[in-house]
């Protein structure tokens, strides 16, 4: 029963880095989602997929990437990695009922 | 622009005594809402969904809310408040593509 896997749970990442979040899931949800999460603010829609191949922006994309090669994994790619990104960044996928089901979530400080 | 209100930013309740969380939306249609909560350092849970129908929804772990059209509201309660019930609630409205807005959230302190 994993559900929504994210890995890593914690990261540090230089200025100007770059890294990519994983995410997984086992339930072959069509739809997959980006977050990210900062204090006060709720949760910001980054990128979604509607299904393998298919990607489009959310609400705050600059500097991200993602890609949808296969139905189970949605990687969040970050270029040049910026203050400004230190966030929880969470996963979620979803049946076309819309409930979204979340991964744990992976915690990013950029220094 | 499709948008959620929680106008509490953080309430504070004893245990044993009743909670109520509020959400107002703005949305075109007759949304799709969702309550979420969030335990420190986890991900977000779905406590209970309102789509259509009846509109006093019972969720998880005691949870229930009522969808009031007229209000824009879609507000959560619990009857009797567990300390176990601290953690921070996101209401949620689905947009077009299955994705959902958030509210900034509430967060839940329970004293003993």
């Known amino acids: 029963n994993a559900g929504v896997t994210q890995t890593p749970k914690f990261r540090i990442l230089k200025i100007g880095q770059s890294m990519t979040l994983q995410c997984a899931q086992d339930?072959?949800?069509?739809?997959m989602y980006w977050y990210r999460q900062d204090p006060g603010m709720g949760l910001k829609l980054i990128y979604y997929?509607?299904?393998?191949?298919?990607?489009d922006k959310g609400e705050v994309p600059n500097g991200y990437n993602v890609s949808r090669s296969t139905t189970e994994d949605f990687p969040l790619r970050l270029e040049l990695a910026a203050p400004s990104q230190t966030s929880v960044y969470f996963c979620?996928?979803?049946?076309?009922?819309?409930?979204?089901?979340f991964g744990q979530g992976t915690r990013l400080t950029v220094v | 622009a499709q948008s959620v209100t929680q106008p509490d930013i953080h309430i504070t309740v004893s245990e044993g005594a009743s909670l109520e969380l509020r959400c107002n939306y703005s949305?075109?249609?007759?949304?799709?809402l969702f309550w979420y909560v969030q335990s420190p350092g986890q991900g977000l849970q779905l406590l209970l969904k309102?789509?259509?129908?009846?509109?006093l929804v019972q969720g998880i772990k005691g949870f229930e809310a009522e969808f009031k059209r007229s209000q824009s509201s879609f507000n959560l309660r619990k009857p009797s408040v567990h300390w176990s019930d601290a953690a921070e609630y996101f209401c949620?409205?689905?947009?077009?593509?299955?994705?959902?807005?958030f509210g900034a959230g509430t967060t839940v302190t329970v004293r003993a």
């Open positions: 339930m072959n949800h069509n739809y």
């Open positions: 949305y075109g249609a007759t949304p799709y």
């Open positions: 309102y789509f259509s129908g009846d509109t």
């Open positions: 949620a409205v689905e947009v077009n593509d299955y994705k959902l807005s």
């Open positions: 997929s509607v299904g393998a191949g298919i990607t």
């Open positions: 979620a996928s979803s049946p076309e009922s819309g409930e979204a089901f």
